[in-house]
């Protein structure tokens, strides 16, 4: 016997459609009751209320930038990983391309072109033939 683990999604929802969330970022009725919001957005859920610099303390301010710089940071070396990966697959295909260009010409030159010589003389022949015999029939 064999057992099968399959989700199918919610009966009767369609696809791309949200159940808790309106297309432009409120909630529902059902998504209010659910995340206990009163009209907020839902991506804003999470974050805080942002302040004016003249409205946050020193210390608030001094963590932000200090948040702000670490992910800019972060960001900074993450770029050069995929800079570097980039790159990497760049040369990569280049390198498949070029021989796979320099395959292509091999097998022109050692198979296609021999074929298609031999097969356009028996072509020719098989012309010359049938002209020449029809003109000896008459």
């Known amino acids: 016997m ?48 942002y302040k004016k610099a003249k409205e946050m303390t020193d210390e608030e301010l001094k963590q932000r930038i200090a948040r702000l710089q670490l992910e800019q940071q972060y960001l900074t070396l993450s770029k050069k990983d995929v800079d570097s990966g980039k790159s990497f697959a760049r040369r990569m295909a280049d390198s498949l391309l070029k021989s796979q260009s320099e395959s292509a010409k091999t097998v022109n030159t050692e198979i296609v072109k021999p074929v298609v010589k031999e097969v356009t003389k028996e072509l020719l022949k098989e012309e010359i033939n049938s002209r020449l015999g029809r003109s000896k029939k008459k």
């Open 2 to 49: 064999e057992y099968v683990i399959a989700h199918t999604g919610i009966k009767g929802m369609k696809w791309g459609i949200r159940r808790y969330q309106n297309q432009d970022g409120s909630l529902t009725d059902e998504g209010r009751k659910r995340y206990g919001l009163k009209g907020k957005l839902f991506r804003d859920r999470n974050v805080e209320e």
